[in-house]
């Protein structure tokens, strides 16, 4: 179904509401390392409804090099909560302007074996926007439909892992020849269980 005002204003009501309601589960294990960071798990319209944006970092990064990712990073002292660490990454890595972001709710903290504990922001824009992302650390924006995320087609569950006493579970999603998977397909997988009906 293509994006229209009333159908995103609809989503975009029904997907604050959910997320409003809910008790999050923050924070990680006693003694665990959690190093607090945070995404922009960033919404736009598109032809086929609304549309997840993601990113594919460099090939010459040193750590996450060439993997599919929300725009984020770790919170820095001067970042006054997720929220705003999750926008301002997203303004030096897309270009994004924080102004035209409608920031919609937060989900679950995500625990990574890597030591960061990321706080996925949920939030949308309202039209599309010109893209100018970063070259040092994106090689590619794309958006999916949350239609095509939601069909069992594109979905591949690989159990969990354990790691540092602590379950991760393994999902990944198919699209387009790229496959979405780790803490960011974790993150989709948190989005779609509380995607309106």
Known sequence: MASTP????????????T?????????????????????LVLLQPGPGGPALVFTRRPQA??????????PG???SAADADAAACALREAAEELG????????LGLLDDVLTPTGFLVTPVVACLRSAVEYRP???????????PVARLRDPVTYRS????????VDY???EYHYEGRVIWGVTARMVHQLLERWPA
């Open 19 to 39: 997320l409003a309601a809910r008790a999050r589960k923050v924070g990680a294990p006693p003694g665990h390392p959690a190093h607090p960071a945070a995404t």
């Open 61 to 70: 990064l040193r750590s996450h090099a060439g993997q599919i990712s929300f």
């Open 169 to 171: 579970a393994l999902h």
């Open 6 to 17: 009333d159908t995103l204003d609809a989503t975009v009501a029904a997907l604050r509401a």
């Open 96 to 103: 994004l302007d924080p102004a035209t972001v409608e920031v």
């Open 158 to 165: 690989s159990g969990s892992l354990a790691y540092g006493g």
């Open 73 to 75: 990073g770790q919170r």
């Open 134 to 144: 970063s070259p040092a650390e994106v090689a590619e924006v794309f958006a999916v």
